[in-house]
C-alpha cells in the first residue's frame, strides 16, 4: 500500500521544507509502514533540469533505536515551484495522473517502476507528493550528450515488452479514467490550443538557434494538430509511458546485465506503441547514432511486438506510426519552451540538444510531408 485512506495520512506539503522527520514518519506509516519514527533527515535536491516539470529531493533518513526499520534514503517528488508550470501539469492532469498509476497500475507493468511508500494528491490545490524508492546507484544516461547505442537497445526491448503485453488489452477500456487516449480530454480540448498558445515563444526560439526549417514544420502542425493526434490515438492502442527519454531511464549493473528501471509517470497514456520509441530516438540519440541505426532498431523492436503475439501490424505501419511520433515530439518540445526555466543551464541545454536532434531527423524522414497533405 502507498496511500493512506485514513486520518493518518498527512497533510501534503506544498515545499520541500515540509519534509520533516515528523512528516515523513508519518507518511512512510501511513503508506503501511508502521512503527517507522524518523528523527533526522538529510535533504538535497537532485534532478535540477531533468525534472523540469515537479521538485526531486533525496532524503537521507535516521530512525529513533527503538522504532521499526525503514528505507535509508528514499525519494520525493513534489509540485514544482513554477506557477506556469503548474498550470500545465495541471491542465493535463499530470500530478493525479503518476499519484494514480502508483497507486493503481505500477504493479500490473512488465517495466521496472520505484517501489512507491506513499504517494498522495489534493485535486482541490493540485499539490501532490510521491514518496519511492532511491534507486541509486542506478543512474540515468546524460540525455544532453546523448545515449549510447547499448542503453537504447535496452530501452527499446524494454518498451516493446510493455507495449506487447498491453496492445489492444480489454483493461485499457477500464484505465481510460487514469490514462486516456490521446484523443479524450484532457489531450482533446487542451492539446491544440495549449499548442497554438505556446508557438509564438517557441518559433522565436527554434529561429534563434537557425532551425528555420523545423520552424516551418512547427506552423504547420498547428494547422494539422487534430488530425496528428487522431493518427497516434487510432486503434489499436496499446500503454505508453508518454515521456519515453532518457532522464527517465534509470540503469544498474546486474550480473545478468543493466537494470533498466523507468521513471516519471506523468504523462503515462493510451497512444500507438511507436509513440515512446519515436520520443526516445528522436530527442534522446545523437544524430549519427541514430541514422546509422534507426532502421535495425526499428525493425527490432517490430519483431518483438510480433513475436510477443501483436498480429496485424506491419513494418510499414509500424514505421509510419514512428515517424508521426518523432514529429509529435515536437510539440511536446513546443508546449514545453515558453515554461522553461532559462536560468537554469542544464534545462536550457537539454532543450537545446533537444530541438536540434529534432531538426535533423525532420529533415532524414521528410517529416514535413506529414502535415503538408
Known sequence: MNVAADARAPAIPETADGLTPAWVSQALAAGGRPGVRVVAVDRRRIGEGVGILAELHRLQLTYAPEAAAGPSSLVAKLRS??????????????YEREVRFYQEVAGAIELRTPE??????????????????????????????????????????????????????????????IMPSVVEPPYAPHGAENYRASLPAALEALRARDHHDLARIAEKVANAFEAMLAAIGAEPLTLGHGDFRVDNLMFRP?????????????????????????????GAAPVELRRANETALLRRYHGALIRQGVAGYSFEACELDYRR???????????????????????????DC????????????NLEAIVSG
Open 81 to 94: 515551484p513554477s506557477p506556469e508550470v503548474r498550470e500545465l501539469c495541471g491542465a493535463y492532469g499530470m
Open 116 to 177: 512507491p511508500y506513499f504517494s498522495a494528491f489534493d485535486p482541490a490545490s493540485g499539490d501532490f507528493v510521491i514518496l519511492m524508492e532511491d534507486l541509486a546507484p542506478a543512474a540515468s544516461p546524460d540525455q544532453v550528450a546523448g545515449i549510447s547505442l547499448a542503453d537504447l537497445t535496452a530501452a527499446i526491448d524494454g518498451v516493446a515488452t510493455l507495449h506487447a503485453r498491453w496492445w489492444g488489452h480489454p483493461r485499457l477500456a477500464e484505465l481510460r479514467a
Open 254 to 282: 546486474t550480473p545478468g546485465g543493466r537494470e533498466l528501471t523507468v521513471v516519471d509517470w506523468q504523462i503515462v497514456m493510451q497512444v500507438r506503441g511507436p509513440y515512446d520509441v519515436g520520443y526516445l530516438m528522436g
Open 325 to 351: 511520433a518523432v514529429l509529435f515530439s515536437l510539440v511536446n518540445w513546443v508546449e514545453g519552451a515558453p515554461v522553461l526555466d532559462r536560468s537554469n543551464p542544464r534545462a536550457v541545454a537539454l532543450f
Open 354 to 365: 533537444w530541438a536540434d536532434r529534432l531538426a535533423a531527423a525532420a529533415d532524414d524522414l
